[in-house]
């Protein structure tokens, strides 16, 4: 199978131009891919971790194991072809009636200064999340990289944590229930991608891209981004730096003299309550400012960001930069806002080997097909991920709670003719 598809590369003719500028030349194209089921016996394993809340370990280990064998056999590929390092690894999910194929796709690159079809001499060194523009922004920044690396969490309210948040959400303010179930799965991914970083000897996590997308009746968090090393960076108490930083942003705050230290993320869980609900539903009628609303989407936006304040002052940053915020309605009155950014310190010698960046490193690629036929199976970025996905995979509190008051109405019925 290797060679059939030789003179095949996923690069861009934008990516060209930076491998010339780098001393590269284009390579081929590399797939690998794993199609997994999750069987009967972790069905039910997961099914009840679903009930229980927080991660469900059964979907974390399968979507992770399928992701890993997929990425090895690209790597096998790649080595078959040789090259410098493999660029723009990616990761794709499709749903086969039930089956799950993951698909890692990337493209070798090749010094130009070894002849084509001399595979043995030049070994794979290095794979990466980012292309070739992006690869050149981290090179030029002082980042060497090392290897692509990932990390993924499944998780559910579950409905423990559904009643009781429910219940609390009856009442105005924050559903601590909530916060803490979303603030501790979202912080899972980010330190097992630190985990991968920290195994292959990097001492940073650059570029780091976040999706949000509904899995086997659940929701999966997953990070991936390229494990590196700088020389002057030192590892933040012995764990890898973090960034979610675009390359281009990597570049530009190193040419000014900072490093990043470590993705912070702030996350509130807020209900609008009962009353406030209902006082909210008839002021929309007569139109106007929804004062309530306005006041707890304000309340919940303040928690998230204190949060990061918190994070940043206390591993010693001097600002956190390219904060992102989102907003997830996840049904039943319940919304949660998330803050995500990147805490970065001054430090001495800092700089990039360029003065500035070609205008190419900003052109984006535009997409030239697209099917828009059918969606299932794509990521969602965390930026765009909607607010049905939410309420299909948490469902909200208010289901439980009318499910609960109706059984009581019955179970009342029932024995209160006895």
């Given amino acids: 199978m290797i060679g059939k598809h030789a003179r095949i590369t996923g690069l861009s003719g934008n990516e060209i131009f930076f491998l010339e500028r780098m001393g590269y030349r284009p390579g081929q194209l590399c ?131 559904t009643i009781r948040g429910g219940l609390r959400s009856l009442a105005r303010g924050e559903v601590p229930q909530y916060t803490e179930i979303f603030d501790h799965t979202r912080h899972l991914a980010l330190s097992r991608i630190m985990d991968e970083a920290k195994r292959c000897g990097a001492n940073a996590v650059v570029g780091i891209e976040t999706t949000i997308t509904p899995l086997l009746g659940a929701q999966e968090m997953m990070m991936v981004g390229t494990a590196s090393h700088h020389p002057l960076i030192d590892a933040f108490d012995l764990k890898p730096v973090t960034s979610d930083m675009t390359n281009e942003e990597l570049w530009n705050m190193a040419n000014v003299g900072f490093l990043p230290i470590r993705l912070v993320m702030g996350v509130s869980v807020y209900s609008l309550g009962l009353k406030g609900g209902i006082f909210s539903a008839l002021q929309s009628l007569g139109g106007g400012e929804v004062q309530g609303l306005t006041e707890i989407l304000y309340e919940a936006r303040e928690r998230a960001l204190a949060r990061i304040e918190d994070d940043a002052e206390r591993c010693g940053a001097d600002e956190v930069v390219g904060v992102k915020t989102n907003i997830y309605d996840l049904g039943g009155g319940l919304i949660e806002f998330m803050a995500i950014g990147t805490a970065v310190k001054r430090v001495e010698g800092a700089r990039t080997q360029s003065a500035a960046l070609p205008p190419q490193a900003v052109l984006q690629d535009r997409e030239t097909f697209v099917d828009a036929s059918d969606s299932r199976g794509a990521t969602v970025n965390i930026a765009s991920s909607s607010a049905a996905s939410a309420r299909r995979t948490q469902g909200g509190p208010l289901a439980i709670i009318v499910f609960i008051l109706v059984m009581a109405f019955y179970l009342f019925r029932i024995f209160g003719h006895h």
């Fill in 31 to 161: 797939v690998g891919n794993s199609v997994v089921a999750l069987g009967v016996a972790r069905g039910i394993g997961a099914g009840l971790s679903t009930l229980g809340g927080g991660e469900i370990e059964e979907v974390t280990r399968l979507v992770h194991d399928g992701r890993t064998r997929a990425y090895d056999r690209m790597m096998e590929e790649a080595r078959g072809y040789g090259g410098a390092g493999l660029t723009g690894v990616s990761f794709d999910l499709v749903n086969h009636g039930g089956n799950l194929e993951f698909i890692t796709i990337g493209s070798t690159i090749h010094r130009k200064a070894v002849a084509a079809g001399d595979a043995g001499s030049d070994a794979v060194q290095f794979s990466t999340s980012a292309d070739v523009a992006k690869l050149y922004c981290q090179v030029d920044a002082g980042f060497r990289p090392m290897r692509f690396v990932f990390g993924n969490v499944a998780y559910s309210i579950g409905v423990g944590g």
